[in-house]
């Protein structure tokens, strides 16, 4: 097992123009997505005042794939981010970028993507995962 960095963010800008999602996800592959509890679970800065962030170590075994993203929401509906896929000694396989609403691999195996398109189905729920 390897321990990887956890972050759950969900914070907004003052003004309430611009917020952040960043979230990480454990894709089991014989039963689906897992919300991971984290070890050492403790609260972080994050990117804007309001909102709440959350830092931790997690465990990866066999058989999981980690996929970590985050995503920038601004005005009129654009967005910006990172996914990362990771495998279960912690090896990032894949790295695509996010803008608005479309996935560009910038390195790694492409295999890997519907991976990244499983978690991004599972973001909205960043609220419910912050509350375990």
């Known amino acids: 097992m390897v321990k990887i960095p956890i972050r759950i963010e969900h914070t907004y800008s003052k003004s309430g123009k611009h917020h952040r999602i960043a979230l990480t996800l454990i894709?089991?592959?014989?039963?689906?997505?897992?919300?991971?509890?984290?070890?050492?679970?403790?609260?972080?800065?994050?990117?804007?005042?309001?909102?709440?962030a959350y830092c931790g170590?997690?465990?990866?075994?066999?058989?999981?794939?980690?996929?970590y993203l985050y995503i920038t929401y601004?005005?009129?509906?654009?967005?910006?981010g990172?996914?990362?896929?990771?495998?279960?000694?912690?090896?990032?396989?894949l790295r695509l970028k996010y803008i608005n609403n479309k996935m560009r691999v910038v390195s790694g195996d492409v295999k890997y993507k519907d991976y990244a398109l499983i978690?991004?189905?599972?973001?909205y729920k960043v609220d419910e995962y912050a509350k375990h």
């Open 119 to 123: 978690a991004l189905n599972n973001i």
């Open 82 to 93: 990172y996914i990362h896929v990771l495998i279960e000694n912690g090896v990032e396989v």
């Open 27 to 52: 894709i089991n592959l014989k039963n689906g997505v897992v919300f991971p509890s984290p070890q050492n679970l403790k609260k972080c800065k994050g990117i804007y005042t309001m909102g709440f």
């Open 57 to 67: 170590e997690y465990s990866l075994s066999r058989d999981n794939i980690a996929v």
């Open 74 to 80: 601004g005005l009129r509906g654009r967005n910006k």
